[in-house]
T-cell receptor, first 109, second 117 residues
Framework: GQNIDQPTEMTATEGAIVQINCTYQ??????LFWYQQHAGEAPTFLSY????GLEEKGRFSSFLSRSKGYSYLLLKELQMKDSASYLC??????????FGGGTRVLVKP | DGGITQSPKYLFRKEGQNVTLSCEQN?????MYWYRQDPGQGLRLIYY???????QKGDIAEGYSVSREKKESFPLTVTSAQKNPTAFYLC????????????????FGEGSRLTVL
């Protein structure tokens, strides 16, 4: 079976750091994506992890621990435009994707 | 520019009517997908197609139908049998349907919001 847990909502201040955690139980796990989705818009790709460790891309970093079934997305130097939902997505064999419910991040001035 | 185009962006339907949502891609991707998104829930897979003239049911296919006559096009019909069709519908594509060196990254269209009156 597939199960993904991430917090529903988080609030942070502009310029701060926020960490969005994602835990998963996925049969045949084969990688994890993070997508950003602004309200009423399509999700856009942020990161992809398949091996354990940290992937850094500008202000955003993503971490994966396969043994713990755990990932996080780290957003640094928060900007108002970072207010969005962040989707944790697990990939299994055959590129089958399972989406988490998303974490809505609200950045306040 | 390469991308995925969905239309219409907004659609209103009366109960009992069938509606078709269009999805066209010029990324030369083999695989195409239809997802449904409801508030507070993750995207749920309706149908997917890994190759032309072939498609598979996803997790919530009841009340929906698709066709894949061309590589570029994957229209979704929401039939009157779908009991709760009001939702945000997202079409996506990926380079290949399964395996290979493709990571499976999805490229999404802008979405179609369907409201049943």
């Amino acid at each position: 079976g597939q199960n993904i847990d991430q917090p529903t909502e988080m609030t942070a201040t502009e310029g701060a750091i926020v960490q969005i955690n994602c835990t998963y139980q996925t049969s045949g796990f084969n990688g994890l994506f993070w997508y950003q989705q602004h309200a009423g818009e399509a999700p856009t790709f942020l990161s992809y992890n398949v091996l354990d460790g940290l992937e850094e891309k500008g202000r955003f970093s993503s971490f994966l621990s396969r043994s713990k079934g755990y990932s996080y997305l780290l957003l640094k130097e928060l900007q108002m435009k970072d207010s969005a939902s962040y989707l944790c997505v697990c990939k299994a064999a055959g590129n089958k994707l399972t989406f988490g419910g998303g974490t809505r991040v609200l950045v306040k001035p | 520019d390469g991308g995925i185009t969905q239309s219409p962006k907004y659609l209103f339907r009366k109960e009992g009517q069938n509606v078709t949502l269009s999805c066209e891609q010029n990324l030369n991707h083999d695989a195409m997908y239809w997802y449904r998104q409801d508030p507070g829930q993750g995207l749920r897979l309706i149908y997917y197609s890994q190759i032309v003239n072939d498609f598979q049911k996803g997790d919530i296919a009841e009340g929906y139908s698709v066709s894949r006559e061309k590589k570029e096009s994957f229209p979704l019909t929401v039939t009157s049998a779908q009991k709760n069709p009001t939702a945000f519908y997202l079409c996506a594509s990926s380079q290949s349907g399964s395996g290979g060196v493709d990571t499976g990254e999805l490229f999404f269209g802008e979405g179609s919001r369907l409201t049943v009156l």
